[in-house]
């Protein structure tokens, strides 16, 4: 079995749309990022690359790269758990969180959840999917950008 973990933070822009797990999040704003932004997928992203001890996204789709501009993250994330299936590994879990003062996500986390499993094809049970608060505090509390955190634990096939 092999572990990774995944933080990823982006800003928030004044463009929409505000994609998370490849889902569209209804609010006023966006992130901002050479990519679609979506702060939870980079950081699953990073997770299964770390546990592969592949390095990070910024080594496999870096931002100068302007074929990855405006890419659809979740197309990146296949890419990397493709990498995974390729050394004979599978997904146990991942546990992810997202960190925003707004918007509010509850009603987005089934969707969000599905989104992912859909994408790696991999039954939605394995794929959790929590977001909280920063209580006012730092550059999340201020409402200025959205952090999220994943942990991915893969398991040799």
């Known amino acids: 079995m092999r572990i990774g973990s ?11 749309p505000l994609i998370l ?23 699953m992203m990073d997770a299964i690359l770390g546990a592969l001890s592949l390095g990070d996204i910024g080594k496999h789709f870096p931002p100068e790269d302007m074929k990855f501009k405006d890419a659809y993250s979740l197309d990146l994330l296949i890419h990397c758990y493709n990498l995974a299936k390729k050394k004979g590994y599978g997904i146990t879990n991942i546990d992810c969180t997202i960190m925003a003062e707004k918007p509010k996500l509850a009603p987005y986390i089934d969707d969000i959840r599905g989104s992912i499993s859909k994408a790696i094809d991999e039954d939605i049970s394995k794929i959790s999917v929590k977001a909280t608060t920063f209580e006012g505090l730092g ?19």
């Open 6 to 16: 995944g933080i990823d933070v982006h800003g928030f822009s004044e463009e929409p």
């Open 21 to 43: 797990g490849g889902v569209r999040v209804d609010e006023s704003r966006g992130l901002k990022g050479h990519s679609d932004a979506d702060v939870l997928t980079h950081a």
């Open 139 to 157: 550059f999340v509390g201020r409402k200025e950008g959205i952090m999220a955190q994943a942990t991915v634990l893969l398991y040799k096939k």
